[in-house]
């Protein structure tokens, strides 16, 4: 939501909390908004024979390791006897289920959907190491029927790659898709390219994992996307994009309460900001981006490295910008009052009135924050890439992220 696609309902919640609790109401309102798509819950459901992939799926796109509280156990067998729920480390509305495959002993077809509880899933995505089973066909067909979505997904092209050594890699995926296509044509399934992916679960950053997690924000329920966008953790070229777009139509939300507050004003231009609110903006977008100190530690360790090295090898921008209180607020002096800022000041103060003064603040709270995410985003992409390559190049370090 950018200031100009504000609704009136919205914009008279944020009046009414203000005239009725000041800025202690104010704050409180803006924090629950800020916050709200961490209450959304999202429910995916993976389903697939024994030996699919299935638990290594789910914790490959929760990025979560072996030895980790939430890691779900890896079996070549059917330890899946119901639906089981797997939450998201950092978000524990964004859940995984492990459903049994169709037609097991206890789950037999003709009641698999009412035992699973089908209609509590967003999403459906449906696994196979090798065909796509007559099972499998059915489901996709009774999800279809329910007005749901599904993708079917191909796990181990890897152990493809490695069994036909006569061939080149790209030569190999391109034969197991087509042959994947042309079953699911024949079975009755159409625009099957669009729902088709294949993936090494050891390996994210290969195959088209990258594509699936994409199509999966393209078509999860539109009033949730917002909150899958905000709660992926596994970062790709697309996810980092949609992240930035996600979190600029939410920077209003912090200008407001930024301008609301009025705190320090900014050296050279008079205007006053709360620096507060804006560290603690950063620090959302950081770790957004897999840019907190956690996450770069991690990353470091796995690169054997230091994260001080790390930062200065890849020129990080925004960890020099959010440094200090004095590089923030040369931020904030640095953003243009020109007449691009008229609209933002014209925004603000029929919102928070004239007696605070908020409009121009505010104005320097929105330039001041769009720069920083965009340093902020740039430096998520320039991570990614120089991962990526690491990781495509040493093996050793690949195993780290396993």
């Known amino acids: 939501?950018?200031?100009?696609?504000?609704?009136?309902?919205?914009?008279?919640?944020?009046?009414?909390?203000?005239?009725?609790?000041?800025?202690?109401?104010?704050?409180?309102?803006?924090?629950?908004?800020?916050?709200?798509?961490?209450?959304?819950?999202?429910?995916?459901?993976?389903?697939?024979?024994?030996?699919?992939?299935?638990?290594?799926?789910?914790?490959?796109?929760?990025?979560?390791?072996?030895?980790?509280?939430?890691?779900?156990?890896?079996?070549?067998?059917?330890?899946?006897?119901?639906?089981?729920?797997?939450?998201?480390?950092?978000?524990?509305?964004?859940?995984?289920?492990?459903?049994?495959?169709?037609?097991?002993?206890?789950?037999?077809?003709?009641?698999?959907?009412?035992?699973?509880?089908?209609?509590?899933?967003?999403?459906?995505?449906?696994?196979?190491?090798?065909?796509?089973?007559?099972n499998d066909h059915w489901l996709a067909k009774e999800v279809t029927k329910a007005k749901k979505r599904f993708f079917f997904v191909r796990t181990q092209i890897d152990v493809d790659v490695m069994k036909r050594n006569d061939l080149k890699e790209t030569e190999v995926v391109e034969k197991v898709r087509d042959d994947c296509l042309k079953k699911l044509k024949a079975d009755g399934f159409c625009e099957v390219e669009s729902k088709l992916f294949l993936i090494n679960n050891k390996k994210s950053t290969t195959y088209d994992f990258d594509k699936l997690t994409t199509r999966l924000i393209e078509t999860f329920p539109a009033e949730k996307r917002e909150a899958l966008v905000l709660s992926l953790t596994v970062l790709t070229k697309d996810v980092i994009k949609a992240k930035q777009t996600a979190l600029q139509k939410r920077i209003f939300l912090y200008a407001i309460a930024s301008a609301a507050g009025a705190a320090v004003p900014v050296p050279g231009i008079g205007v006053a900001v709360d620096i507060g609110i804006l560290f603690g903006a950063a620090t959302d977008f950081k770790k957004q981006f897999g840019l907190d100190d956690q996450t770069m530690e991690n990353n470091a360790l796995a690169l054997d490295t230091t994260v001080e090295l790390l930062k200065k090898k890849l020129e990080l921008k925004s960890f020099i910008i959010s440094a200090s209180v004095k590089s923030v607020t040369g931020l904030c002096a640095s953003v243009a009052i020109s007449k691009g800022t008229e609209n933002v000041v014209k925004f603000a103060v029929p919102i928070l009135g004239s007696v605070i003064a908020a409009g121009l603040s505010y104005a320097v709270c929105v330039g001041c924050l769009t720069s920083l995410l965009r340093a902020i985003s740039e430096d998520a992409h320039t991570l990614n890439e120089q991962m990526m390559e690491m990781l495509s190049q040493s093996p050793s370090i690949s195993d780290a992220f396993e």
């Not at 037609?103 to 995505?125: N, R």
Request: contains cysteine.
């Open 1 to 134: 939501m950018d200031q100009e696609e504000l609704s009136e309902e919205h914009a008279n919640a944020i009046k009414t909390a203000f005239k009725i609790g000041g800025l202690r109401k104010l704050h409180e309102y803006l924090d629950s908004e800020n916050n709200k798509w961490k209450t959304i819950p999202l429910n995916i459901a993976v389903t697939g024979n024994s030996g699919v992939g299935k638990s290594c799926f789910i914790n490959a796109f929760r990025n979560v390791k072996r030895g980790e509280e939430l890691f779900a156990e890896e079996d070549v067998v059917e330890t899946t006897k119901e639906p089981t729920p797997y939450q998201h480390p950092q978000h524990p509305n964004f859940v995984f289920w492990d459903l049994p495959g169709v037609g097991t002993g206890a789950f037999p077809k003709m009641e698999y959907l009412k035992k699973v509880k089908f209609e509590k899933y967003d999403f459906f995505l449906i696994l196979s190491s090798q065909r796509f089973t007559e």
